[in-house]
């Protein structure tokens, strides 16, 4: 009996929430389509440590609603050892792979790339709350964290209107503050503080004067969402080190809105609380919005594997679902369209 056409699929990166809606699609997809798909366990690093199993409708059924990915993650990149590489191809080749389907961010997409053009048979699927990858207009993921920053903004709402304070949330976004601009705008924050604007000294005095002049004007409450990438003065503030051997140059970042927040009380006297919405807005069900991009994208990874489209990356434009080079992806992050963020400058101050 003639053995069936096996293709891999991997999660890389950070968690969120569609990763299994995708994983699922592009599962039953395949078999449906004759081949026979194996799951590399935690990312790059199932081929290092040869962990992988071979995903059935079973094990990929009842999984479309739930967070994290049934495969696991790393933050390992194979460049980042000397044999790394090596190991990706010689996993590859001893399962006996056709193609591989690597569900990431921007970091895994630009490695998945790099090693398409050692002679990888890869296909990239975009996913990160973040929504930074580019090529892309949406990234699996993106919406849900849209959805629970925007819920506990609202949340917040009660307490800063009763206690007439400012209360500032930090959500997540390295690199681009997509998080918080559409949460902001979503909520009708006073105040949304990204990435791309940074925060220098004129700033953060304009900034002040906002909210002094908010309270003078009876408005005794103010919301604002502020980006853990938020740049003060030129610099980031990191919690930590990356924790990734090899991948110093990405410290965890967190705890920007405290700064801020010291600085409007002492500047302003106005009474300011900050809450961090953390790993909470990358976990649990993804919205209905996330599971249909993830099934269109897993789909469409399987539908490029039979049209041997290697190197390509599914994406959405528009209300199309649609492939680009992944090369795209290794030329940077995708900031904030700030035709958007002007939309919600509007309702500030
Ligand atoms: O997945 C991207 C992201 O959510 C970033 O916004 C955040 O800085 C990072 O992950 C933190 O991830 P971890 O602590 O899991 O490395």
């Not at 990929?60 to 980042?80: A, V």
């Not at 209360?167 to 690199?175: F, Q």
């Not at 110093?248 to 920007?256: D, F, N, T, V």
Request: proline fraction near 3%.
């Amino acid at each position: 009996m003639e053995r069936k056409k096996r293709i891999g699929i991997l999660t890389g990166g950070g968690d969120c929430p569609g990763l299994n809606a995708a994983i699922r699609a592009m599962t039953k997809t395949a078999i449906q389509e004759g081949y026979e798909v194996i799951g590399i366990r935690n990312g790059w690093k199932g081929f290092i440590d040869d962990e992988n199993e071979v995903l059935d409708r079973i094990k990929t059924s009842g999984i479309i609603d739930r967070g994290g990915t049934i495969l696991g993650t790393s933050r390992f990149s194979p460049f980042q050892t000397e044999n790394g590489r090596q190991q990706v191809f010689d996993g590859f080749e001893q399962l006996g792979l056709e193609a591989l389907v690597v569900l990431g961010g921007e970091g895994t997409l630009a490695v998945t790339s790099k090693l398409f053009k050692m002679g990888l048979p890869a296909i990239g699927i975009p996913k990160t709350i973040d929504n930074d990858v580019k090529g892309t207009d949406f990234t699996i993921g993106f919406q849900t964290a849209v959805q629970i920053a925007t819920d506990a903004l609202d949340r917040l709402r009660s307490t800063a209107e009763s206690h007439h304070r400012v209360m500032l949330l930090e959500v997540m976004g390295r690199h681009a503050g997509w998080i918080a601009t559409y949460a902001g705008m979503a909520n009708g924050a006073d105040a949304i503080l990204i990435p791309e604007i940074p925060l220098d000294e004129e700033k953060l005095e304009e900034f002040c004067q906002m909210l002094t002049r908010r309270n003078k004007k009876g408005i005794n409450f103010t919301i604002v969402v502020v980006a853990e990438g938020t740049k003060l003065e030129g610099k980031t503030r990191e919690r930590r080190s990356s924790g990734v051997p090899g991948n110093e140059k990405a410290p965890g970042l967190g705890g920007i809105a405290s700064v801020i927040g010291e600085i409007i009380e002492q500047k302003t006297g106005l009474e300011t609380r900050v809450s961090s919405l953390g790993y909470v807005q990358r976990g649990g069900t993804p919205v209905a919005y996330d599971r249909s991009l993830a099934t269109a994208f897993g789909v469409k990874s399987v539908r490029l594997i039979e049209e041997k489209r290697y190197g390509e990356m599914t994406a959405l434009k528009g209300n199309r679902i649609t492939s680009v080079p992944l090369e795209l992806v290794a030329d940077g992050i995708k900031t904030v369209n700030l035709n958007i963020y002007k939309v919600a400058e509007i309702f500030f101050g």
